[in-house]
């Protein structure tokens, strides 16, 4: 029975869990709150300030004369000589969008012979999808053009060449909602859903008398640890993935970012993959945290109180990737618990992971979970923190 002591624990505090109703919806129910929730606010907001309030700057390099008015009846127009002087309108913000044509567009587009297969005419629109004036002027100068150019059997092309048009893709991407947001409110809510087993599991077998009944049983006492360790590291991702989705399928509409299509579309399975490396490694290092001090406490509540400075200090580490632009590159800085967590999100969502800085941070959180499951074997080893009242 020693030899698979683990498991038994294992098997014992999971079924204990999901047969209790209550406590499987109580990590649920938050990710389905915060959805409907999150939603319902970014809908609200959405309407209050709505696009027809929006009104919207162009920096045009060689309008032609048969856009002129049209162009003029949709946006705002400023003619400029060169296109480096139009992005300096954008630069200086005082223009939400640069839209070139080639010179000579009406000419160009006039002899262009679509049998021919050469190239189209391309007409250029750069934006910035961080802004909401920017990023309609491209939905309203692009639905414009693209109007136009049907009945003129698609003459042109619009962004047909190899340039980053989303100036945020180029100037900004480690500032992204994505990179900026999603490391805090992942590591906050992997927290709270290991903070709201783990504060149970020893404590509060402390608190009802099972333990002294659990550590008399033939199973070994590390064995014990291990499993309970095993237990809430389940069940504090299963809670933490109820959050996250929750906040990623929302953040959209939260942020009336509806027409942005945002989506995880646009990750590959590598991204995926590190992403899933440092999530679990990071569970770990938590799960082990609380489970000590879970141990250290005489009653679940008193627990929960005790946790309170860490989820402080959580919350701290989280708010770091709001701030300081790019991810760090020294490796000691992901060899620090949760801090190299919070810098590998940051540089997985913005594309600039280094596969030498996950994998150090894994491995450290991997050790660093290991000496909190090596100290929780010693503290059960101790009929004073055992069985203290």
């Not at 262009?112 to 990023?135: C, F, H, R, T, W």
């Amino acid at each position: 029975m020693k030899k698979n002591g683990t498991i038994t624990i294992l098997r014992k505090e999971l079924a204990r869990f999901f047969g209790d109703r209550r406590m499987l919806i109580s990590i649920i129910i938050p990710g389905i709150l915060i959805y409907v929730l999150y939603s319902f606010m970014g809908s609200a907001l959405h309407t209050q300030f709505s696009t027809e309030d929006v009104s919207v700057s162009a920096a045009v390099v060689n309008l032609p004369a048969s856009l002129e008015s049209t162009m003029a009846s949709t946006v705002g127009v400023t003619e400029y000589e060169s296109e480096a002087e139009a992005m300096q309108g954008i630069s200086a913000e005082t223009a939400d969008i640069c839209v070139v044509f080639p010179a000579d567009f009406d000419e160009k587009v006039a002899l262009y012979d679509v049998s021919s297969g050469a190239a189209a005419p391309m007409v250029e629109i750069y934006y910035s999808s961080a802004s909401e004036s920017s990023l309609l002027g491209f939905e309203l100068v692009s639905s414009l053009l693209d109007e136009y150019e049907t009945s003129l059997v698609n003459k042109w092309d619009i962004n047909a060449g190899a340039a980053v048009y989303d100036l945020i893709s180029e100037t900004d991407q480690t500032g992204s909602i994505f990179s900026m947001m999603l490391p805090m409110l992942l590591l906050i809510f992997l927290y709270s859903g290991c903070m709201a087993v783990g504060a149970e599991a020893i404590a509060g077998e402390k608190e009802r008398g099972t333990i002294a009944t659990m550590l008399i049983t033939p199973v070994g006492r590390n064995s014990i640890a291990m499993g309970k360790i095993a237990a809430v590291s389940i069940l504090g991702l299963i809670s933490a993935a109820s959050s996250t989705l929750g906040i990623i399928f929302s953040l959209p509409k939260l942020m009336s970012m509806d027409s942005m299509n945002i989506s995880g579309g646009f990750y590959s399975m590598r991204e995926y993959l590190m992403l899933g490396g440092v999530i679990l490694s990071t569970v770990l290092v938590l799960v082990a945290l609380i489970c000590v001090i879970s141990a250290l406490a005489k009653s679940a509540k008193e627990a929960q109180t005790m946790l309170v400075p860490l989820m402080i200090v959580v919350m701290f580490v989280g708010v770091s990737s709001m701030f300081g632009g790019a991810a760090q590159t020294e490796l000691y800085y992901y060899l620090i618990p949760l801090y190299n967590s919070v810098q590998c999100m940051s540089a997985i969502l913005s594309f600039s992971a280094s596969s030498g800085h996950i994998v150090l941070c894994i491995v450290s959180n991997i050790a660093f979970a290991g000496i909190g499951a090596w100290v929780l074997t010693r503290m059960f080893h101790s009929e004073r923190i055992m069985f203290s009242k």
